[in-house]
């Protein structure tokens, strides 16, 4: 039989139908309609952008391997995207995108050195079924530099880490450290680092990691294996090594030690190291002194909220990736309101696109203020522990100090214990770190406030009180 795009299709659907959800096939595979077959590409429309964003987060797989048994291992997947609602044209038109704009991040192989004996280095990234050591670079690949907006806000960030990026290790910035509030690029920056790394240098092995991760996997390799050894060898023979969010290694004296111990290996080598957290190194607190004098041998690199001219060009650049044509005053109607920063703006972004293609509605000056309207009300502000003894003490009409000081008195031992207790519901802090913050207490007496509160709401009516108001004042 020759082959068409239609039995092609068929062929795979049937595939497909057999390996995901009814209800999935019939939402996300039904409406496909198959238009082109060249060579070893088929060509298929799908109705928006956003249908094909979710085929490829969440059919990727099944399409490429049913593809596979259809066409051979070069099989190629391209998709005619219907640009519905697209403003001021009633015609729909098409875009042709091919399927993953960039090929997923391969495993890398790593050549250990030989006094760590090869075999018996565990990689805490195991990736089950595999003989050799292969390293998950867990980069994201759509966190480049091309989609990474330049502004005044991060420029500074955004060069050192294009020069790192080709030069890594090579340049005075290391380790480089990326900080800065939430929302504002730390991630994205840091894994587009490692994306050009990997573009540049294919040999090279990069790592990124969450601090909460490494912080998991140090506990794991030390309570349950007994391999700290291991541990570290894995993390010295990363050639680029990249730790997100290292503020969470507050008040973690043991993984501190280790990762000191890795850090040093690595830098002495001329290996890259790139850390992202919500503070410049100078306000971290519970951080080892020489580990903190450690992160200001390279460059501190501050992330700013993005200014007017850098939001709008952050709006166009995703509506662009998006598909989607929006007027020039909703544009900027949005970037005039929301100014925070990064992740808020997406998130209007996409609820715009989703209520329009939902409602038919266009892209028009009243929908955005409906959504800004909705969203500013409905997100949840970040709280930090700073945050919330501020609030807690301006309740009870306290001072800070008084707050924090050793008094036993009743009322301030309460507020103290209520800003202890909020700060471990609302922040991701630890224990130990609550503690020190709020008067320099140990992790203990955050643990018995927190008991102290559970207990006083359920039988104090007054106290029940002061939890509740506090936390609608949090939440606002
Ligand atoms: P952080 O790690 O600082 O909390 P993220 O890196 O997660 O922030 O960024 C939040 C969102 O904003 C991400 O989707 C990211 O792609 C986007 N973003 C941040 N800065 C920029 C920029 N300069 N250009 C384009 N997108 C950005
Ligand atoms: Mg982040």
Redesign the pocket.
Known sequence: MIKSAENVWAACLNFIKDNITPVGYKTWFEPIVPVKLEAEALTIQVPSKFFFEFLEENYVKVLRTALVRELGKEARLLYDVRLENSYSSKVPQTVKIPSSNRSPMQPQSVNFPSKNISREVKNPFVIPGLQKVKVESNLNP??CFD?????E??RLG?SAGMAVANKPGGTSFNPLM?Y????????????AIGVQVKDKYPDKTVLYVSTEKFIQQYGDAVLKNNNRNDFLHFYQMIDVLIV??IQFLSGKTKTQDAFFQIFNELHQNGKQVIL?S?KSPVDMQDIEQRLLSRFKWGLSAE?QA?DYE?RI??LK??LFRDGVIVPEEVIEFIAKHIKT???E??GVVTSLIAQSAFNKKDFSLSLAKSIIDKFVKNTKKEVSVDYIQKVVSKYFEIDLETLQSKTRKRHIVQARQLAMFFSKKMTKSSLASIGSQIGKRDHATVLHACKTVDNLSATDKQFKKYVDDISKKLSF
């Open positions: 759509n966190y989609n990474f907006m330049e502004g806000s991060n955004r990326i800065g509030g939430v929302g504002l690029g730390k991630t994205h920056l840091a894994h997100d969010d992202t919500d992330l993005p850098t060009n952050i650049n995703r920063n990064v992740r703006l997406e």
